[in-house]
């Protein structure tokens, strides 16, 4: 094979992967169409918080998240924006009744960070 052959073919699967890199990236990057939610827990009860939304892609989803009480928990791989509702349990899995609901308006962009922090208050 020659030294142009080589170079033209290194150069198309360059090509080829950096497309598959930016058309394989489904979720949103921080700040730019949604964001992760972030519980401040200073009722030292949560256990579990249930949210329901629009996610990055405008579909109305739910999802339960277990958290740890009486301390600032991520809640990672969800992406939210808009108006979304967050209701908070002193049970694991949302199982139990809820102390603590509220829709919480969450930032489309946002320049700082990866989430958005709300507090958990009984």
Request: hydrophobic content about 35%; proline content about 2%; some cysteine.
């Amino acid at each position: 094979m020659n030294i142009r052959r080589k170079i033209a073919t290194a150069a198309v699967t360059a090509a080829v992967a950096g497309a598959g890199l930016v058309a394989g990236t489904g979720s949103a990057w921080a700040g730019s169409n949604g964001q992760q939610l972030q519980v401040d827990d200073a009722s030292g009860m949560a256990r579990s918080v249930m949210v329901q939304g629009s996610n990055q892609s405008g579909d109305w989803v739910s999802h339960c998240f277990n958290v740890n009480p009486g301390t600032s928990t991520p809640m990672s791989g969800w992406w939210w924006k808009g108006n979304t509702y967050v209701s908070v349990s002193s049970s694991s899995n949302c199982q139990g009744g809820y102390f603590f609901s509220r829709s919480i308006n969450v930032n489309k962009e946002q320049s700082w960070g990866d989430y958005q922090v709300f507090t958990a208050r009984y």
